[in-house]
């Protein structure tokens, strides 16, 4: 029966993250991964001290202890040990068997009891032993009993060392009146649709074969405005789920959005049971969450109650291989960059970016694309070559004035320099630096330099003195002043137009540098571009550097061959 399906599907998700986090928690059998995971989130004067685990009683919790030192005099201190239990063991119904239809660990969060040590928190704190512990934290599926844990200890820490009273978790005996109000409305909209539902079957279609279900949602047809159950399959084996809020949505998305908005809007007055169901998604949108969903396939936005996370509405939804670059602040914020709109990102407010964007490349790299990762270091190089371009024009100019082989020498030398920082960076760029420093070398004025050819006018070094008339001499014409003929007219513009091509291009470049380095320029911020189509190919880092050294080769020997001439 399908019902009974996702009983068990919910109870196997159980006992599959269970068994995995007490591996790694409380054995040596874990995998190293798992293992260092753990010790790089638990505290280290948190141990853990007893654990229990009965899957077919649907038992699981974790004791451990908080171990902190006060110092009371110079040579004196005192020892506060306080010890905790996690449970996240399955719910039970009154008649004491398992309630494997109330959603469970991990889409709520465990429970977390004081045991022992209430005397070692300040004074004015309401906990006693055996009460609640409250959890600071925004629970979703993706969090462990390791971070319940973790955030527990770094508060009992906080209050004891600042004297802060501890509080009581609210539990059940204290009610939130906000709370039984929205459980009062859910459970009245639920019994409303039960009953409406039945007596306007006899006029809606029974769902054939051709009707799709909730249940049929598969990835291939998943789209705006789709009811998942995150229990079943293939959702249930998410990459990741995240919670989040969109701040900036593309053109496009809106216009996805707003048209499965307006879809389900015009079913809702087609029957009366679809205009309750709209009612009542209507009244539930007020504790509706957003979260964001990462498949093999898809990168999707969901929004779900945040009293129970195991159903969603599809908000938008996109396959991931349109996906051209993303960038991220850890614990900040996520911009995913879409190829129908490469300007426009879709940003959203997402505490747990830096584990969405790993999973985000592990798909990708699932699916044979390999992005550039930019981070820091190649925000540097990029700073240095822009500065080695500005300095190659500023030399560049001052070697009309004073045309030497060591000025020629550093300007060749910058030129490397500058294509070594853009390939360290990644940067196609290189290659326009090479191809640059080799129409350097093809001037007519460097080639003069490098064989010995150029040679000052007499009048440029030697001004006549005043009155007196100059005699008549024959000066010899090497190739350069052969190449810049007085007598040919169109000789001195030829010449100017080389000069102002090859400025205009070096100018052409460092506007280049300075756009890419602006739009890399994000203070803390790490990018990563996916560009490469599926199932292609791309240069190792070994290629891009051997490619680089042939054309440094190549440039060298064409320098050696016209000094040597």
């Keep these: 029966m399908p019902g009974q399906e996702k009983h068990n599907s919910n109870a196997d998700i159980w006992s599959t993250r269970v068994q995995r986090e007490l ?49 009371l005099a110079p040579r004196s201190e005192m020892v506060h040990v306080i010890v905790v239990k996690v449970d996240a063991s399955l719910r039970k119904r009154s008649d004491g068997s398992l309630d494997t239809e109330t959603p469970s660990y991990p889409f709520m969060p465990p429970v977390v009891i004081l045991e022992s040590g209430a005397g070692c928190f300040p004074s004015g704190s309401t906990i006693r032993d055996g009460n609640r512990v409250p959890m600071d934290i925004d629970w979703t599926p993706s969090l462990h009993l390791t971070d319940a844990i973790m955030n527990v200890a770094l508060k009992v820490k906080e209050s004891i060392k600042e004297g802060e009273p501890f509080e009581v978790a609210e539990g059940s005996e204290i009610i939130d009146p906000v709370e039984e109000l929205q459980k009062g409305a859910r459970r009245f909209a639920d019994n409303v649709t039960k009953g409406l539902s039945k007596a306007f079957s006899s006029k809606e279609p029974t769902g054939g ?97 945040k009293l129970q996370t195991t159903n969603g509405t599809v908000t938008f939804c996109i396959p991931i291989d349109m996906l051209a670059k993303l960038k991220f602040r850890r614990q900040e914020s996520l911009s995913l960059f879409f190829k129908p709109a490469l300007d426009e990102p879709l940003i959203y407010m997402c505490p747990d970016s830096a584990d969405a964007v790993h999973q985000i490349q592990s798909v990708l790299k699932d699916h044979g694309v390999r992005g550039k990762h930019t981070n820091a270091a190649a ?29 020629v020498n550093e300007i060749m030398d910058l030129y490397r320099q500058a294509a070594e920082r853009f390939e360290a960076a990644g940067d196609l760029r290189h290659e326009e630096v090479v191809i640059h420093m080799r129409k350097f070398l093809a001037l007519p004025l460097t080639v003069s330099i490098l064989d010995g050819s150029f040679k000052r006018s007499e009048n440029q070094e030697s001004p006549s003195k005043t009155g007196e008339i100059p005699e008549g001499e024959v000066l ?90």
């Design 476 to 565: 010899e014409r090497n190739a350069f002043l052969l190449a810049s003929d007085d007598t040919d007219p169109n000789a001195r513009e030829k010449e100017k137009l080389s000069d102002k091509e090859f400025e205009r291009n070096v100018d052409n470049l460092l506007k280049e540098v300075k756009e890419d380095f602006e739009q890399f320029k994000v203070d803390g911020d790490c990018s990563t571009d996916a560009t490469a189509s599926l199932g292609s190919d791309d240069m190792t880092l070994e290629d891009v550097v051997s490619g680089l050294d042939a054309m440094m080769r190549e440039a060298d020997k064409e320098l050696m061959e016209l000094m040597n001439a």
């Design 209 to 305: 074969k051709g009707t799709p279900t909730k249940s049929a949602v598969r990835p291939s047809n998943v789209k705006a405005g789709d009811d998942i159950n995150l229990l079943d399959e293939p959702w249930v084996d998410a990459r990741g789920v995240y919670s989040c809020k969109a701040i900036k949505r593309p053109t496009f998305v809106d216009d996805i959005i707003q048209t499965a908005s307006h879809k389900e809007e015009q079913k809702s007055f087609k029957s009366a049971g679809a205009m309750l169901r709209s009612f009542q998604k209507s009244a539930r949108s007020i504790i509706e969450e957003t979260f964001l969903m990462i498949t093999e396939t898809h990168i999707i936005e969901l929004k779900a109650s």
């Design 379 to 407: 925000y540097r190089a990029i700073n240095e070559a822009m500065q080695l371009v500005q300095e190659i024009q500023t030399k560049e100019l001052a070697l009309k004035h004073d045309p030497t082989v060591n000025r």
């Design 23 to 71: 591996l790694a928690l409380t054995t040596d059998n874990a995998t190293a991964e798992s293992t260092d995971e753990v010790r790089s989130v638990i505290p280290s004067f948190v141990t853990i001290k007893d654990h229990r685990l009965d899957i077919a009683e649907g038992i699981c919790y974790v004791d451990f202890a908080i171990e902190l030192v006060t110092k």
